[in-house]
């Protein structure tokens, strides 16, 4: 019954080395034709990461300053990115990771001061055990490596399986993901928290709120992908 899964990577992984990710071409895992038409974030709330027409801070973050100390996404979450994300995080696309991956350490290559560790947003044990892997750790690994800093896949972990954010309205995703996260250990004190997409930035809010509490002094968000109001 494990056989088809296995294939289906193996072939997946193979075809990554070999032709673009999104029109085939051969060559390379992503064409620069494609590359070039992927949706960049430019430029965006230094808080939140919400797009801003020029550099600073948005209202709402003036008004309301979230727990986190800044906002780093490369892509809004829009065709063809966000269809990448569904296929690493859904159908076990894990070759995606490296990509993407590499491609956020692209961008972030310049942040200084780096951060102490990188803390991929926990999956609860049954979402892990259904699913199989992590894909925040997995757009981790390729961060980590190119930074040497290290990941910290096991200091947090999500106590309580919430529902799925993206059937909950804002409101709805603040409550859902309150006391969902706990800490197992010294805390350093910079941390960049890490997810696939940032949509209302609730659940990344709640696990800053808990790393600041365990002795976090500078927590950042990090994502492969905003949505954009």
Same mark, same amino acid.
């Given at each position: 019954?494990?056989?088809?899964?296995?294939? &289906? $990577?193996? /072939?997946?992984? *193979?075809?990554?080395?070999?032709?673009?990710?999104?029109?085939?071409?051969?060559? +390379? /895992?992503?064409?620069?034709?494609?590359?070039?038409?992927?949706?960049? !974030?430019?430029?965006?709330?230094?808080?939140?990461?919400?797009? !801003?027409?020029?550099?600073?801070?948005?209202?709402?973050?003036? =008004? #309301?300053?979230?727990?986190?100390?800044? +906002?780093?996404?490369?892509?809004? &979450?829009?065709?063809?990115?966000?269809?990448?994300?569904?296929?690493? $995080?859904?159908?076990?696309?894990?070759? !995606?990771?490296?990509?993407?991956?590499?491609?956020?350490?692209?961008?972030?290559?310049?942040? *200084?001061?780096?951060?102490?560790?990188?803390?991929?947003?926990?999956?609860?044990?049954?979402?892990?055990?259904?699913?199989?892997? @992590?894909?925040?750790? *997995?757009?981790?690994?390729?961060?980590?490596? /190119?930074?040497?800093?290290?990941?910290?896949? #096991? !200091?947090?972990?999500?106590?309580?399986? #919430?529902?799925?954010?993206?059937?909950?309205?804002?409101?709805?995703? =603040?409550? @859902?993901?309150?006391?969902?996260?706990?800490? @197992?250990?010294?805390?350093?004190?910079?941390?960049?928290?890490?997810?696939?997409?940032? +949509?209302?930035?609730? #659940?990344?809010?709640?696990?800053?709120?808990?790393? =600041?509490?365990?002795? /976090?002094?500078?927590?950042?968000?990090?994502?492969?992908?905003?949505?954009? =109001?």
């Amino acid at each position: 019954m494990f056989a088809q899964p296995t294939v &289906y $990577k193996r /072939a997946s992984f *193979e075809q990554s080395l070999a032709a673009c990710v999104l029109c085939g071409a051969p060559g +390379t /895992a992503l064409c620069p034709g494609c590359y070039g038409d992927l949706p960049r !974030l430019g430029t965006a709330c230094k808080c939140c990461g919400e797009p !801003l027409p020029v550099a600073g801070v948005c209202g709402h973050c003036l =008004r #309301t300053p979230p727990p986190f100390d800044g +906002t780093r996404a490369l892509f809004r &979450y829009a065709s063809p990115v966000s269809e990448l994300v569904l296929r690493l $995080k859904f159908q076990g696309a894990l070759h !995606l990771a490296n990509l993407l991956g590499g491609l956020l350490a692209g961008h972030l290559a310049t942040v *200084e001061p780096r951060p102490d560790l990188i803390i991929p947003v926990p999956l609860h044990p049954a979402r892990l055990a259904a699913r199989g892997y @992590n894909q925040a750790l *997995e757009l981790g690994r390729p961060l980590a490596h /190119a930074f040497g800093v290290p990941l910290g896949p #096991t !200091l947090c972990a999500r106590v309580r399986d #919430t529902a799925a954010q993206s059937n909950l309205d804002p409101d709805r995703r =603040r409550r @859902n993901v309150r006391g969902a996260f706990a800490v @197992n250990g010294p805390v350093p004190a910079r941390v960049a928290i890490l997810d696939d997409v940032i +949509t209302t930035g609730a #659940t990344l809010a709640e696990l800053a709120r808990v790393l =600041r509490r365990a002795g /976090a002094h500078h927590v950042e968000a990090w994502a492969l992908a905003r949505t954009v =109001r």
